[in-house]
């Protein structure tokens, strides 16, 4: 059994700061990718930053230049560091890991519960 726990989410002001943590633990035989996807009340869930195994990182062009995805892999652990923030970055954010549980076992995608970041004066 696999679980993905995320932390740090709350709310902050304009201009400032915030930074998630995502640890996957369990069964894991390798991770492939992990990131960060977020949903905005009434908006479909759009990627916001993904660290995929081989160094490839990938952004949102709304968050490029203002957020920072990184990966700890002794540790299972993702973190989006989030500067600059601004009232469109509210949202609930959302940790998936890409991983396998085995040798030869396709990669599955799982999900943590998602943490509320709320950008408000």
């Known amino acids: 059994q696999v679980q993905v726990v995320e932390s740090g989410g709350g709310l902050v002001q304009p201009g400032g700061s915030l930074r998630l943590s995502c640890a996957a633990s369990g069964s894991i035989f390798s991770i492939y990718a992990m990131g960060w996807y977020r949903q905005a009340p009434g908006k479909q869930r759009e990627l916001v930053a993904a660290d995929i195994s081989g160094g490839r990182r990938n952004y949102a062009d709304s968050v490029k230049g203002r957020f920072t995805i990184s990966r700890d892999n002794a540790k299972n652990t993702v973190y989006l560091q989030m500067n600059s923030l601004k009232p469109e970055d509210t949202a609930v954010y959302y940790c998936?890991?890409?991983?396998?549980?085995?040798?030869?076992?396709?990669?599955?995608?799982?999900w943590g519960q998602g943490t509320q970041v709320t950008v408000s004066s």
């Open positions: 998936y890991a890409d991983l396998a549980l085995g040798v030869g076992l396709v990669p599955q995608d799982y």
